[in-house]
């Protein structure tokens, strides 16, 4: 079990620093430093169209994690380790959209070859529950909140040493604009869902 709270101050300074228009304004004059580009960002809530502004007025982010764990069961020979993870954050400092949950479940290890490993996540991330520039943007197509993924792994060990992975993310946009309320999102709902395929080999030495 892991739990613990983010505090963030002046947390639309580091809105202003993911945009081409705002991050030139973030200089320390007395170390004399500046940002040499944007930081990457999608996904949140803001309260202008231009994203300056988050929409939540502050982050204050619980995070509850707990993970379930079996050594292993056998399998022709081969050991299985499985586990079940679930985590859970909240945005106590928002009054809607604030909320992110994983649950996320692998069987397998590799260790040598012919050893297999498959592992599944799904994740809500929605607008406001967040910063996105601090979260886990490898998902889909780099946008941190405001969306729901699944996740689908498949390892298998060819070595010892060497490992091929894949990787299929399948991700889709939460929530749509509401100007009505001066909410808005970069990537709004009703977006077509976008496909992620990776395949990679892995040396461990």
Do not use: C
Request: glycine share 8%; hydrophobic share 40%.
């Amino acid at each position: 079990m892991i739990s613990d709270v983010q505090l963030f101050r002046n947390p639309n300074q580091i809105q202003l620093a993911s945009l081409a228009s705002g991050f030139p304004v973030l200089i320390n004059p007395a170390l004399g430093v500046a940002l040499s580009g944007p930081i990457n960002e999608q996904g949140s809530a803001t309260s202008t169209p231009d994203r300056t502004r988050y929409y939540a007025p502050h982050y204050r982010i619980v995070h509850l994690g707990y993970r379930l764990q079996h050594d292993g069961w056998m399998l022709r020979g081969r050991e299985m380790p499985a586990w079940l993870d679930v985590r859970l954050a909240r945005n106590v400092g928002a009054s809607k959209l604030r909320d992110a949950v994983l649950i996320g479940a692998s069987v397998g290890e590799i260790r040598r070859a012919g050893d297999v490993r498959f592992l599944y996540e799904y994740l809500i991330k929605d607008a406001n529950s967040l910063v996105p520039q601090f979260t886990d943007d490898d998902v889909g197509t780099g946008s941190g909140t405001n969306i729901a993924d699944h996740g689908i792994r498949f390892d298998l060990g060819l070595a010892r040493f060497l490992q091929w992975e894949n990787l299929l993310f399948v991700q889709h946009q939460r929530r749509a604009s509401n100007p009505a309320e001066n909410l808005f999102v970069p990537l709004p709902r009703g977006a077509n869902p976008t496909f992620r395929f990776l395949s990679q080999l892995n040396f461990s030495f």
